[in-house]
């Protein structure tokens, strides 16, 4: 991972939410909250909320008596995620590095994670603060991208780019999102980090969008993918969208368009 792809910054939070969330969020944050909620926790950290799919799920869930910390290292996404969320005085908004977490230890029951764990720059540093927090027996709730071939509209996304920008092809949906789908290497490392009881089921669902230029821009604009676009032709942000779009058109139909999109899911008992 290169440290642009940590920047999610400008316009790129409010697109991210507009087109990302709906496009290939919403089923696995509704997934992960089922999961946190069944729970009945009473203390709940988040981590890499982004904007704060997962919150908007969960909150509703969790007890009048539970405390909710969400936080993120990227203060822009956290204070978009803060501004949809409806007035909570369970929720306290936290920047924070999941490298080095600014709370006690053993002060959750869940440490809840979406699609965070591959922007980590130490996996094993990351599980090890996630361990600290939370209380013996606490669980540990994440996922991750599978590969990118089994995620359809970001391969199609990857590939029309790669011929549009043949001598610098811009890799960050493979190389980042996509880049931590190891099951075996997932759970190395979470064992390194003192976690003894890992489940991990892969989930497929589907991807929905009304045209196949919804897909298109989620990718383009409301990802880092923009910044790499952006760096290689300043001008052509928009040529690179529609280049993207008519590729998924041309395989997909031009109305309403639907894919495949796979993660793990994630289950660590501390």
């Known amino acids: 991972m290169l440290e642009t792809d940590k920047a999610f910054t400008g316009s790129i939070p409010e697109n991210y939410d507009r087109y990302m969330v709906p496009l290939i969020f919403e089923p696995f944050a509704a997934d992960l909250a089922r999961r946190a909620a069944s729970l009945s926790p009473g203390a709940v950290l988040e981590i890499a909320a982004g904007t704060g799919v997962v919150t908007r799920v969960l909150a509703p869930k969790l007890s009048p008596g539970a405390s909710y910390v969400v936080s993120d290292l990227n203060q822009p996404m956290l204070d978009y995620a803060a501004s949809r969320q409806a007035p909570d005085s369970r929720i306290t908004w936290r920047q924070a590095d999941a490298m080095a977490l600014p709370f006690e230890d053993a002060a959750f029951d869940v440490v809840c ?25 606490g669980h540990f709730l994440f996922n991750v991208w599978d590969r990118i071939e089994e995620n359809v509209f970001a391969d199609d996304v990857t590939n029309a780019l790669a011929r ?3 001598d610098d092809p811009p890799r960050f949906l493979a190389r980042t999102p996509h880049g931590y789908h190891d099951t075996a290497l997932i759970r190395g490392d979470l064992e390194d980090a003192g976690f003894t009881h890992v489940v991990i089921e892969t989930r497929a669902e589907q991807s929905r969008a009304s045209s196949p230029r919804l897909p298109a821009v989620a990718y383009c604009k409301g990802t880092v993918l923009r910044s790499e676009i952006e760096a290689r032709d300043a ?3 928009e040529a690179a969208t529609d280049y993207a779009a008519a590729a998924i058109a041309e395989r997909h139909g031009s109305g309403e368009v639907a894919a495949k999109i796979q993660a793990h899911v994630v289950v660590a008992l501390a």
């Open 113 to 137: 994670c979406q699609f965070g764990a591959m922007f980590f720059p130490n996996r094993s540093a990351a599980y090890r603060e996630a361990k600290r927090v939370l209380k013996p027996g």
């Open 235 to 237: 001008g052509k942000l």
């Open 164 to 166: 549009m920008f043949p």
